[in-house]
């Protein structure tokens, strides 16, 4: 089929009319449970009334005004999220790779308000994602998506996951700051340990580094922590973050204690569309309900009922299942058979998830998921587990 598409995407033939909570359908009326959450970013699911009317009381309103004015939605949002966090001072993008070129900028302006411009390299992860703009795909470091696309942007170092010792070996006197995801969704949903945390933590306070976080898809409430980083007890001094805050509508922002600002000064950096009313009215209302009392617990107690599920399908299905993992509502199966074959056996049972790094399928439903619904989610992938198995073993069979 001819497409008037850039064919970057591996499209699956499926395209949905409507959504409503957890569920999507098609135009043809099939039911879908939505464990892909567009990628993390459907945080209330789809058509939240709160997020229905935030939206639209503003579009009668004001759409868009440029930067060069005060947006009122966008201080409140700001003061919010200063409150909520480690940070002072925030920065409205469209997306999490805009707010990860923010997080960069910010860090190398730092050292060039200390007096050192040489300090610029920030040290990157194995496994890591960071976005698609060419800084980003160097901080990201993956082969695949830095090919062909001219010299790769200089100022990042990158280290095994999880090596504290190619971390030290790896500062010098360029370094900037080290920059990590606490949870590795792309990459495979891989937890950072809280310990290594806290020794980053240590590494950047001794060296004068910076911490630079990016929780584009683990916040938000994602891992039943308003930001994945509460878990291991530091703070950092900037951190990204995009997905979960929009509830599906484009916004990011670069978050950041006064101090790691402080070179972002008067006309350093600037966005037409970033922090727009209508991005900030619904960003403003996905906080009024992720920060609402016990709406993290209720991720909390539904992330722990749906990995004890899988992990007793794990017990079922050794084949096919090799381990499971994640946190709050970022889970991930690392699979036996390629995850491909699980990933279509899943929708075979109208269940659609998102594949990761490390032959990983991610399960990342809306965060608004209630009992019943993560038990007939556990059940369609036992029947997509049985499936699977039941191919494997007919392909023994003949063999
Ligand atoms: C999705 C993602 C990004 C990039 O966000 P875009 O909005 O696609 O630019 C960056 N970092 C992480 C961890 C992500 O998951």
């Known amino acids: 089929m001819t497409s008037a598409l850039f064919p970057t995407f591996a499209r699956a033939d499926l395209a949905f009319e409507r959504g409503e909570g957890i569920r999507l359908f098609t135009p043809e009326g099939e039911e879908?449970?939505?464990?892909?959450?567009?990628?993390?970013?459907?945080?209330?699911?789809?058509?939240?009334?709160?997020?229905?009317?935030?939206?639209?009381?503003?579009?009668?309103?004001?759409?868009?005004?440029?930067?060069?004015?005060?947006?009122?939605?966008?201080?409140?949002?700001?003061?919010?999220?200063?409150?909520a966090t480690f940070a002072d001072v925030a920065f409205f993008t469209n997306s999490g790779a805009e707010a990860l070129e923010a997080a960069i900028k910010t860090a190398r302006r730092y050292h060039f308000a200390n007096g050192q411009p040489e300090r610029y390299r920030l040290i990157t992860f194995e496994g890591a994602f960071h976005g698609r703009t060419l800084a980003t795909i160097a901080a990201g470091g993956q082969a695949k998506y830095l090919e062909g696309f001219g010299p790769k942007v200089d100022g990042f170092d990158q280290v095994p996951f999880g090596d504290l010792d190619a971390?030290?070996?790896?500062?010098?006197?360029?370094?900037?700051?080290i920059l990590i995801e606490p949870l590795q969704g792309e990459g495979g949903v891989r937890v950072v340990p809280n310990a290594f945390m806290r020794a980053l933590r240590d590494?950047?306070?001794?060296?004068?580094?910076?911490?630079?976080?990016?929780?584009?898809?683990?916040?938000?409430g994602r891992t039943g922590k308003l930001f994945a980083y509460e878990q291991s007890g530091i703070e950092p001094d900037i951190m990204a973050i995009a997905k979960g805050i929009g509830g599906g509508f484009p916004v990011g922002a670069c978050l950041a204690t006064n101090e790691a600002a402080k070179g972002m000064v008067h006309g350093t950096h600037g966005t037409t569309f970033g922090g727009n009313p209508l991005a900030m009215a619904v960003g403003n209302a996905v906080l009024d309900i992720v920060l609402a009392p016990g709406f993290l617990e209720h991720v909390r107690d539904a992330g722990l009922r749906f990995k004890?599920?899988?992990?007793?399908?794990?017990?079922?299905f050794p084949g096919v299942v090799d381990e499971i993992r994640g946190e709050g509502l970022?889970?991930?199966?690392?699979?036996?058979?390629?995850?491909?074959?699980?990933?279509e056996a899943l929708r075979d049972q109208h269940l659609l998830c998102v594949g990761a790094g490390d032959n990983v399928i991610r399960l990342i439903p809306p965060l608004i998921i209630e009992t019943p619904d993560i038990d007939l989610a556990l059940q369609r992938i036992e029947d997509a587990c049985a499936a699977v198995a039941g191919a494997q073993a007919t392909v023994e069979a003949g063999q």
């Open 32 to 83: 879908y449970l939505d464990f892909a959450s567009g990628i993390a970013v459907n945080s209330l699911g789809h058509s939240h009334p709160h997020l229905v009317e935030a939206l639209t009381e503003q579009a009668k309103r004001l759409w868009h005004v440029s930067n060069i004015y005060e947006i009122p939605e966008q201080s409140k949002l700001g003061e919010r999220l200063a409150a």
């Open 167 to 177: 971390v030290k070996a790896a500062i010098g006197p360029e370094t900037a700051g």
């Open 203 to 220: 590494l950047c306070d001794e060296h004068g580094l910076l911490l630079i976080l990016d929780e584009v898809q683990s916040g938000v």
């Open 308 to 316: 004890q599920g899988l992990a007793r399908i794990q017990d079922t």
């Open 330 to 343: 970022l889970l991930g199966i690392k699979c036996k058979v390629p995850n491909k074959d699980l990933i």
